[in-house]
């Protein structure tokens, strides 16, 4: 063997002595810093008693943005936060495992926004609709629950705005998702033969111009979510689904033609839901509901007082009031914590010009 070449194997030798090195290293830290989340359970017990709450969204969102900002690499930011926040998911799970209810079935893009914002030592489960993980959050049978909120080419999911009409849940995050949709085949369907494509209206939606240019003869057959499309042509000869990579590995297809959606940035925006409010962890975001009287001018009104105490709204949707025909609700989010004097004021002035005001919550603007 030439001289080059044992010097390569030597170093590589060296290169793994150092890397079982510092992985032991790794470990001893990271079970040292599980017996301090242990020890921060045993403290919250003792100083909070009955209902204490172990998760803490204002924590983790300040410690992985610290993660981020003091990152040298060679990880890139969101790939060290993402290590991260596995390692916060399982030392949560010692003080105790958190349960969160989706929107399933297994496979969603949904299930994937819960696993990226509480990490896999979770207890994720899936519901079969949007008002089912409502109800299982309001019932306390789970902790959190996870629904789609808007996505970036169709625009607000309407049933969730919906269901906080309703509810008393309070928003306590929320996780932003790049959307891959896939063509995926059975083990033994003919890409030429394809007569139907399976999927939810939105990926269909958000898949339009490529379906138009590729399969423009093929029948679009909306499904209740693009899980359920993947495991319909599981045994069908003729027909595709489109969905996301979740859906592909649980049901074992092929993806024929990877990222298909019409826009590059397409993405979902998903709300954390639970039954607690959230402390200010320095960069929030507040959603508020706001009826307004019908009468001229109202929609100004509203838009005033926000332009008046300089706060940014970065969102706002109408939606028919169910009190009456005519009469609309807006869902408003803008930057800020409802703790801050400065939002304080504001609200209270919206409160006295609207009909109606809930806060649905305050919560750290998403940060993986
Ligand atoms: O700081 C806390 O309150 C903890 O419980 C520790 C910890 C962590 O691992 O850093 C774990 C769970 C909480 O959601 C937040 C942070």
Redesign the pocket.
């Known amino acids: 063997m030439a001289q080059q070449e044992l010097g390569q194997w030597r170093d590589l030798a060296q290169l793994r002595e150092e890397i079982d090195q510092l992985d032991q290293q790794l470990q001893t830290l990271l079970n040292q ?1 599980a017996q301090c ?1 242990q020890q ?2 045993q403290v ?1 017990t003792a100083t909070e008693g009955e209902d204490t709450q ?4 204002e ?2 969102a300040q ?1 992985l943005r610290r993660i981020m900002e003091r990152n040298t690499g060679p990880l890139s930011n969101e790939e060290m936060a993402r290590l991260f926040r596995e ?2 998911s399982a ?2 799970a010692l ?1 105790r495992p958190i349960k969160v209810a989706y929107l399933g079935p297994e496979g969603t893009f949904t299930q994937q926004a819960a696993l990226k914002h509480f990490g896999h030592s979770a207890i994720c489960l899936p519901m079969a609709a949007i008002d089912e993980v409502f109800r299982e959050v309001e019932a306390g049978s789970v902790d959190y629950g996870v629904v789609p909120i808007e996505n970036s080419t169709e625009g607000v999911i309407s049933h969730t705005l919906d269901s906080f009409m309703d509810s008393g849940l309070q928003i306590s995050g929320e996780v932003v998702l790049r959307i891959h949709q896939h063509l995926l085949l059975g083990e033994n369907t003919r890409p030429d033969k394809i007569s139907t494509i399976y999927s939810h209206a939105s990926s269909l939606a958000q898949c339009r111009k490529w379906i138009d240019a590729h399969y423009p003869g093929v029948e679009r057959v909306p499904m209740p979510s693009n899980a359920e499309a993947a495991r319909k042509v599981c045994g069908e000869w003729h027909s595709a689904a489109i969905a996301g990579d979740m859906a592909a590995q649980l049901y074992g297809l092929k993806k024929h033609a990877e990222n298909i959606e019409d826009t590059p940035d397409n993405a979902t925006r998903f709300l954390i839901i639970g039954r607690h409010t959230t402390p200010a962890s320095g960069e929030d975001k507040t959603s508020l509901m706001l009826s307004m009287r019908n009468q001229p001018g109202a929609l100004y009104q509203l838009l005033e007082v926000f332009n008046r105490h300089q706060v940014d709204m970065t969102r706002i949707e109408s939606r028919p009031s169910r009190s009456g025909a005519w009469n609309y609700v807006f869902f408003i989010d803008c930057t800020g914590h409802q703790q801050e004097p400065r939002i304080q004021t504001m609200l209270a002035e919206l409160g006295e010009r609207a009909a109606e005001m809930k806060v649905l919550g305050s919560y750290p603007k998403g940060v993986l």
């Open positions: 810093r989340a921060v359970a919250k172990f998760y803490r969204p924590r983790e410690v390692v916060m030392c949560l003080e």
